[in-house]
């Protein structure tokens, strides 16, 4: 989304308000980019309305580009949709029943393990695990397998058996073995069906989980939104765990998942390995999804740091190549304000990728010390138009700022070329390679 984003806020920028043309133009883009990211189509429709609807009646914070406006609305509508805060499970519940759902290959044997891991090491839980996949021999001892790596007790399930009985009997053990979690490893199915539904639904009146967490495989995208609907609608579940999130997968599944159960997003698998589940963030889901977290960040740092009205002349200055060395220096004290010039040069959108090419920009606190000297010991007229800088005025300025002539012919050197460079930049031509400092 970000390098969409980028062609957009080159072309709104300069616009005051945000209107119906450029939004829609700007919207267009972010649809594009959800479907990218995998987000059902019908999601995506009703989302970006939501956006569009809000973003017209809405007045553009003075601090905000009219893009950087709408990357705004549509991070916070992204949230809303996700859910504002981490949630998990109801620890009040002891032992506390939690039943995997899921099609087969998802992820759930894979994940009753990891979570009964991150249950013993972030809450001293007891997980007791029963492989409840009667169909196939393989899943069973595959659990049984994880359980005794791990070193958890795990119900002796065999193919013969119901599997609505072994969860009942399951559940007893459990209780028997001091144990303060049971999580019930159930049958997938490559499709949805109504066998296994039946089974499932008989399990929920069985037992009665206080958790019912869908396991969909983030990578299937658009399927996964239909088949948790399904889930949903027949067993009403508690929470949805979204696995191979540690594959190139944008995440986009999460916001249709969402969206079309209303349930929330619990966990995410970040790998095969039984310690890799995490909690699920929205709000880092939400800059996963779009794509654009160093833009959010500057909205962020901007709003607190950043004099709306101050900035806006700047960028006028800069447009119109009125920058000058007093400029010059107010950017620098906010260069020290808010860490190193290369994080806010990483901040601004379009400089993700020339900061890359750049490498390392360094601007060390004594040289940024050494360069407000010579700009400070220049006249009023001086810093507002440097080509008066005569031989006599830069040995006058050298003297009175400590420094040799070389360093201020340097100076003013590196000044010029930075300010034809940032004119090409806001003009959003092809960047040139940035002038090093003096020093
Ligand atoms: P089940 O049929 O739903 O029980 O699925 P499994 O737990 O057997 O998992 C199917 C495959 O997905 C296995 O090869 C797992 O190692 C793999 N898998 C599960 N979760 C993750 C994950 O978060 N990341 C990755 N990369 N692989 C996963
Ligand atoms: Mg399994």
Redesign the pocket.
Same mark, same amino acid.
């Given at each position: 989304l970000q390098d969409r984003l980028e062609g957009v806020f080159k072309k709104i920028r300069g616009h005051a308000r945000l209107d119906e043309t450029n939004v829609q133009e700007a919207l267009r883009e972010v649809r594009l980019a959800l479907l990218e990211a995998d987000v059902n189509f019908k999601v995506v429709k009703a989302f970006t309305e939501r956006v569009r609807e809000r973003a017209l009646g809405q007045d553009v914070l003075k601090s905000l580009t009219p893009g950087q406006m709408v990357v705004k609305i549509v991070h916070e509508e992204v949230l809303a949709l996700l859910g504002g805060e981490a949630q998990t499970l109801d620890f009040r519940q002891k032992p506390l029943i939690v039943m995997m759902t @899921?099609?087969? *290959?998802? *992820? %759930? #044997?894979? #994940?009753t393990s990891k979570l009964a891991l991150w249950l013993r090491r972030h809450h001293k839980r007891k997980p007791y695990l029963v492989p409840a996949?009667v169909y196939r021999p393989a899943?069973i001892d595959?659990l049984h397998k994880l359980a005794s790596q791990l070193d958890f007790p795990a119900h002796p399930s065999t193919t013969g058996q119901n599997p609505v009985d072994i969860c009942r009997e399951a559940v007893e053990e459990a209780a028997r073995q001091g144990c303060d979690v049971v999580i019930l490893?159930t049958a @997938?199915r490559l499709h949805i069906d109504e066998p296994l539904m039946e089974e499932l639904k008989a399990i929920k009146a069985a037992v009665n989980p206080h958790e019912i967490l869908f396991?969909a !495989?983030a990578m299937t995208g658009q399927d996964a939104v239909t088949v948790a609907g399904s889930f949903n609608e027949r067993l009403d579940i508690t929470g949805v765990v979204l #696995? %191979? &999130? !540690? *594959?190139d997968a944008r995440g986009g599944a999460a916001l249709s998942i969402k969206e079309v159960t209303g349930k929330p997003i619990k966990f995410v *698998? &970040? @790998?095969?390995k039984a310690s890799?589940l995490e909690i699920f963030h929205p709000d880092r889901a939400a800059s996963r999804i779009l794509g654009m977290g160093d833009i959010l960040s500057l909205i962020e740092k901007a709003q607190e740091e950043f004099d709306a009205t101050e900035a806006a002349e700047m960028e006028r200055k800069l447009r119109q190549a009125q920058f000058t060395l007093d400029d010059f220096r107010t950017q620098m004290r906010r260069v020290k304000k808010l860490g190193s010039l290369e994080s806010i040069l990483k901040m601004i959108p379009g400089m993700g990728k020339i900061t890359k090419q750049l490498g390392e920009v360094q601007m060390p606190e004594k040289e940024m010390a050494r360069l407000e000297a010579i700009i400070g010991s220049m006249t009023k007229n001086e810093r507002l138009e440097p080509k008066i800088i005569n031989d006599s005025r830069k040995r006058r300025i050298a003297k009175g700022s400590g420094v040799q002539v070389g360093d201020v012919t340097a100076l003013l050197k590196n000044f010029e070329q930075m300010r034809m460079m940032m004119q090409r930049m806001m003009g959003g031509g092809k960047m040139p390679k940035m002038p090093s400092m003096p020093g």
């Open positions: @899921g099609l087969q *290959g998802s *992820g %759930k #044997t894979t #994940t996949d899943a595959q490893d @997938g396991v !495989d #696995t %191979k &999130m !540690d *594959g *698998g &970040m @790998g095969e890799d």
